[in-house]
């Protein structure tokens, strides 16, 4: 249930003289409120804590008069949803509670980069992005890089959020319950063995594949799709006949002269160098194919983690280490995908086969979604029944908002039960079994491109009517009691609620002359809001021939009560914006009249809180953050995608590329543990931990690396700036 249910107490839209008492407090706030003299502010504003507080003027105690359900999984389970395959969503909200199919089309190219001229053993990883691939295993002394192509269309399966994180607590929890059951897997002695565990999970995963007849050599599921910055993908089998090695490079660059060496470069001066021209031709034949690839013997001992290039030091004469640190980082911003920066493309490499979308946000698994609503019940205020009780005392209105628009990114799994876990299992194998079959029982719905529709749609449009709304909170009592001004301001409101309403309200008969017709428990309300709740799913019904498998099910009720909660609020809002149109601004306008617009700034104040309640119940709170202004040339959004974090004072950079102080630093000579390197051995800069209850959830951080959660972190991932190359690289 979404926000469905509301206080009787509400002012309904036909009621307005019956609110006075509540306008009289308003009056007096009203009075003291300062001209709207201040700039648009993106929604930030609103919600994070940097300008006057307007808010703690709006009810500052008490719950609101709008009743949101924040504990139902259902916006969760639709965010989730809209996100998958893009790198801005899922670097927010980082822990990943979906399972998806996905299919890569016919001659995809993938990376793969490795240290030594060997083909892959299987399984391995292979990068979208051949910036990726270099970004990890460039700049060695012995770098070899292999393209790949697919030959046919490949199956493969995702997890979403930032399922590649090598470090953290809860990025991996979907991976780790498939597996074992439990999100810290076997005992490992509280130790954190690096790329030992990711071997371990990429070969449980596949190995589940080739045992449930999922997936094979060249045919079925054949891949892991994760991410962290950027997309990358766990190749079963390298020997499959749905890749095909298309070229086999030793990349490793020449270095650059070491400082006593400047003379003998000096004496190889450039004008020496004779360039021989280039013969018509050359090159436009096509290069002969390296062998296919036959070998596909399993890893048995993981060879040593390479550091990502911004924590490696000592390598001051590698040409590329910045621009291949710098190039990774820019690769991943081109699948940022929806942002406060608008719908931009994910990774669109790779296509989820929504019909078979798993969630641990779908009903199915309350003991995730029990666990979640007892901690948000403590830390967000909320009732038992999901609705918020309001900041409490002593907070601010808008740091609770914020809190809860953020909530999803304090989601873990590891109370999820051992028979939740088996449950998703059992569930993933049907649902992927289904769709090897030659009919799979699918809608043909694209799930993902719906639920980006509602949210392209939405996100803005209810940014812009907050910082409306917020425009008139603000106006001086001598504007509020002028009719042209208002009537002015009211035209702007209406057109807006009139766009949103478009496609479901059709206008009473004029001869109606009653309130009443507008109120929440009229016949136009039901009838409006049905057209909108259903608006997206109407035909989804036996009554149209149409029964859907387990997963459309669980995605249709997402997408239902999610836009119904839109529905909710916007027809409540839209409806009363017509009422009052009607009752006080739709005669001749007389502007010397001094009006009385105390009944109408509460009922603006109510359509102000609804708005903003609903913004943090929906959560998509990456798509009210964004760089605030176009960046330059040779410069990107930033936010830190695990390893890419900023440069701190002292590492990352000049002399000491390296991890931040408090860090293990690279291997000394002698000190280097083959097994355990160092990289992975002390706390790390983690992507900066999400934010939760102190000491987090039960469950949280279990059997994994301590150190994660960065302050710094979590300020740049919400107040994200230009940056160019030194950001990261130093
Ligand atoms: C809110 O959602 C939770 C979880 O689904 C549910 O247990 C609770 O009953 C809901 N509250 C209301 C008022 O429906
Ligand atoms: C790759 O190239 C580098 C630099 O030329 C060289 O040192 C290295 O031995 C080569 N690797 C192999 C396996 O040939
Ligand atoms: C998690 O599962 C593994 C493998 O099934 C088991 O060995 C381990 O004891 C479990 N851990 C916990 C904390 O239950
Ligand atoms: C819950 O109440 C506390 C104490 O008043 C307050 O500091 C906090 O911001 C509130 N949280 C939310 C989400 O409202
Ligand atoms: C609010 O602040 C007052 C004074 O600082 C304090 O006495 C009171 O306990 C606080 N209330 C809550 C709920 O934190
Ligand atoms: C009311 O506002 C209008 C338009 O902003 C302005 O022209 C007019 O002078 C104002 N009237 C009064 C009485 O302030
Ligand atoms: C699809 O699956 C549902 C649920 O299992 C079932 O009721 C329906 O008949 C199936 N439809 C087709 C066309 O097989
Ligand atoms: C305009 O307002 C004045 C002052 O309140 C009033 O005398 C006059 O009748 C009004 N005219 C109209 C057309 O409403």
């Given at each position: 249930m979404a926000a469905r249910r509301f206080s009787r107490l509400r002012l309904g839209a036909?009621?307005?003289?019956?609110?006075m008492l509540l306008c009289s407090i308003f009056m007096t706030l009203v009075a003291v409120a300062v001209a709207a003299t201040e700039q648009q502010r993106p929604l930030e504003d609103h919600l994070s804590g940097?300008?006057?507080?307007h808010e703690s003027e709006?009810?500052?105690?008490?719950?609101?008069t709008w009743k949101f359900n924040?504990?139902?999984?259902a916006p969760h389970y639709f965010a989730s949803v809209y996100g998958l395959l893009q790198q801005w969503p899922n670097t927010f909200f980082p822990n990943g509670h979906s399972i998806a199919p996905c299919e890569i089309a016919p001659f995809t190219k993938l990376y793969h980069g490795r240290l030594d001229a060997d083909e892959p053993p299987s399984p391995e990883w292979v990068a979208f992005d051949v910036e990726m691939a270099y970004g990890i295993?460039?700049?060695?002394?012995?770098s070899h890089l292999l393209t790949y192509q697919t030959t046919r269309p490949m199956k493969c399966i995702y997890f979403d959020?930032?399922?590649?994180?090598?470090?953290?607590?809860?990025?991996m929890d979907t991976q780790m319950l498939h597996l074992?059951?439990?999100?810290?897997?076997?005992?490992?002695?509280?130790?954190?063995r690096g790329l030992f565990d990711e071997y371990a999970r990429a070969t449980g995963l596949c190995d589940w594949i080739r045992e449930k007849k999922l997936g094979g050599s060249g045919w079925g599921f054949e891949g892991v799709v994760r991410m962290n910055a950027g997309f990358e993908m766990i190749v079963?089998?390298?020997?499959?006949?749905?890749?095909?090695?298309i070229s086999h490079l030793n990349v490793t660059a020449p270095l650059l002269p070491a400082e006593e060496d400047e003379q003998s470069t000096r004496e190889m001066?450039?004008?020496?160098?004779v360039m021989p021209l280039a013969k018509r031709d050359e090159g436009s034949s096509y290069y002969p194919l390296p062998p296919s690839q036959t070998r596909s013997d399993r890893v048995t001992n993981p060879t040593n983690p390479p550091m990502p290039p911004n924590w490696r030091?000592?390598?001051?004469?590698?040409?590329f280490l910045r621009s291949q640190g710098w190039g990774w980082f820019t690769s991943a911003t081109e699948h940022y995908g929806s942002s406060g920066l608008g719908p931009h493309v994910g990774e669109t490499r790779v296509k989820v086969l929504s019909c078979g979308i798993l969630s641990?946000?779908?009903?199915?698994?309350?003991s995730a979604e029990a666990a979640h609503a007892k901690i948000e019940q403590k830390s967000l205020n909320l009732?038992?029944?999901?609705f918020w009780k309001g900041p409490?005392?002593?907070?601010s209105k808008r740091e609770g908002l914020t809190h809860l628009t953020r909530?999803?990114?304090?989601?873990?799994?590891?109370?999820?039960?051992v028979e939740d876990a088996i449950t998703m299992r059992e569930a993933s194998e049907a649902a992927f079994y289904e769709l090897l079959s030659?009919?799979?029982?699918?809608?043909?719905?694209?799930w993902s491109g719906m639920t980006n529709e509602i949210v392209q749609r939405n996100s803005g449009y209810l940014d812009r009517l907050a910082q409306l709304l917020k425009k008139h909170e603000e106006l001086p009592v001598t504007i509020i009691k002028n009719q042209t001004a208002i009537q002015a301001w009211m035209k702007t409101f209406r057109d807006q609620t009139h766009a949103f309403l478009l496609p479901y309200l059709e206008y009473p008969s004029?001869?109606?002359?009653?309130?009443?017709?507008?109120?929440?428990?009229?016949e136009l309300f039901k009838a409006t809001y049905a057209r909108c709740r259903f608006?997206?799913?109407?035909?989804?019904d036996p009554d149209q021939g149409i029964f859907l498998g387990a997963q459309e099910k669980t995605l249709k009720w997402a997408v239902e009560e999610t836009y119904g909660g839109i529905c909710d609020v916007m027809v409540d809002i839209g409806l009363s914006v017509e009422s009052v149109w009607e009752s006080?601004?739709?005669?001749?306008?007389?502007?010397?009249r001094e009006v009385d617009n105390v009944g109408l700034s509460a009922e603006i104040t109510r359509w102000r809180e609804g708005v903003l309640e609903l913004m943090a119940w929906l959560g998509w709170a990456g798509e009210w953050v964004s760089c605030d202004k176009k960046c330059a040339w040779d410069e990107k959004c930033f936010i830190p995608m695990w390893p890419l974090m900023a440069r701190r004072e002292g590492w990352g950079g000049g002399p000491g590329h390296g991890p931040p102080p408090g860090v293990d630093g690279p291997p000394e000579k002698g000190r280097e543990d083959p097994q355990y390197?160092?990289?992975?051995r002390g706390p790390y800069?983690?992507?900066?931990?999400?934010?939760?209850p102190p000491g987090g959830g039960?469950?949280?951080?279990?059997g994994r690396p301590p150190g994660f959660g960065n302050g710094e972190d979590e300020k740049e991932l919400w107040a994200p700036v230009c940056a160019k190359i030194e950001y990261i690289m130093g």
């Open positions: 036909g009621s307005l003289s019956g609110s940097t300008v006057a507080d709006l009810v500052a105690e008490g719950s609101s924040f504990s139902s999984s295993m460039g700049s060695f002394r012995n959020g930032e399922s590649a994180t090598l470090m953290g607590s809860g990025q074992y059951g439990n999100v810290s897997g076997p005992p490992n002695g509280d130790r954190f079963c089998d390298f020997s499959s006949p749905t890749l095909r090695l001066g450039v004008d020496e160098v030091r000592d390598r001051e004469r590698e040409p641990y946000y779908s009903p199915a698994f309350r009732t038992s029944d999901g409490g005392a002593n907070g909530r999803r990114r304090a989601h873990t799994l590891g109370d999820v039960s030659s009919s799979p029982n699918c809608s043909g719905l694209d004029a001869s109606k002359q009653s309130e009443e017709k507008w109120s929440r428990s009229s608006h997206h799913t109407r035909l989804l006080k601004f739709n005669s001749p306008l007389n502007d010397t390197p160092s990289p992975y800069p983690g992507f900066g931990r999400p934010y939760g039960p469950g949280r951080g279990r």
